[in-house]
C-alpha cells in the first residue's frame, strides 16, 4: 500500500498517491493531462509521478513481439502492471492500445477521460501524392498491413522509437513519409507535421488507440473513488467494444487488427473492424451497430463476422512465421 499521509503547511493532512507510467515525453504529456483536472478537483490530495522502464523502451531495435516474448507479457505494460500490483505504485497511465485485452489478476482498468483523435496521421507526403517506390517508415503490423493494401507501390520501411525520433527518420534515414497516431502528435504539440489524417474506413486503428488506460488495484477503493470523478462512459464503451473484439479475435499490439467505435445519439454504439495480411493482399473487414449497454458483446459479435470471412486463418499464418 503506497498511501501516504504527510502533512503539509498549513498542517493538513493530505494523501499522497503515486502515478506509474513509461518514461517516454508522450507518456509524461499523457500523465500531465490526466492529473491537471484531478489536481485542481482535489486539493487536498498529492500525485507523484513515477517513472518505470518498459522491455519496449530499453529495446528499440528488436521485433516488439520478440520483446513481449522476452517480457514476459507486454513489451510495454509488463514492468508497470507489476510496479502496480506490488504497491510500488497506486495508479498507472498507459496509452491504451499498448495493453493487453487481458488484465493481470488483482488490476482493473477504470473508464478513460475522454479520448484524442484515435485515426493515424501521414507525416511527410499525402497517401495520393506518394510517388511509386517511395519509402515509408512504420514498424506497427498493422499499419504495415494497412499500408500495403492501400498502395502496394511503396516500400515499407520498419521503424522504432518515440514520436518526435520517428519524425527525424524522414531526414535521417531519407524516408519520404512517417505513419504516426495523430493522438501521440497532438498530445506533444506537433500538429504541424500531419501532412494528412488517414481515412479511418480504410485505416482503422489500433483498438483502444487515443484512449488512457487508468489501470489501479481491485481493493484500492479510495483511489478509485477519486479517478471515477474523471471517467467518461461514452469513450469507455467504445474501447470496450474494441478491445473485447481483439480478444475474440486472440489478437494483440503485434497483429495486424483494427478497429474502431463510434457512439450516437439515442444510445447506439457502432464498430467498423478490419483484419489484413501483412503484406496487404488479404483483407477482411466488417460493422455492427448495437446498444451502448452492450459495447463487449457487439464487439464479439462483430469479431465472429469477420472470423466467418477468414479473419483467424489470417492471423494465424502471420502468428505460425512470427514463430519461425
Known sequence: MTRRTVACRELIAVN???????????????????LTPLRKRFPEVAFIHRVILEGGDRDRKSLLSNVSAVSGGSAFSTE?????????VDVVIHSLKDLPTANPPGLVLLP??????????????????LPKGTRVGTGAPRRIAQLLAARPDVEVVPIRGNVPPRLKKIKTMGLDAVVLAVAGLRRLGLDDAIDEIL?????????????????VREGNMAIQEILSTSGDLAVDAQVRAERALLAELHGGCSVPVGAYAEVHSGGSLSLHAQVTSLDGTRQVSGSLSG????????GKALAGELIGQGARSILDEIRAEAAV
Open 291 to 298: 446498444p451502448l449497454s452492450e459495447s463487449e458483446k457487439l
Open 112 to 129: 478513460p477521460p475522454g479520448r484524442e483523435d484515435a485515426r493515424d496521421a501521414l507525416c511527410g507526403a499525402t497517401l495520393a501524392g
Open 199 to 215: 481515412p479511418i474506413d480504410l485505416f482503422p486503428p489500433s483498438p483502444g488507440q487515443g484512449a488512457l488506460g487508468i489501470q
Open 16 to 34: 499522497t498517491y503515486f502515478v506509474g507510467s513509461r518514461a517516454s515525453n508522450l507518456a509524461k504529456a499523457q500523465v500531465r493531462e490526466y
Open 80 to 88: 508497470q502492471e507489476a510496479a502496480l500490483a506490488r504497491g510500488d
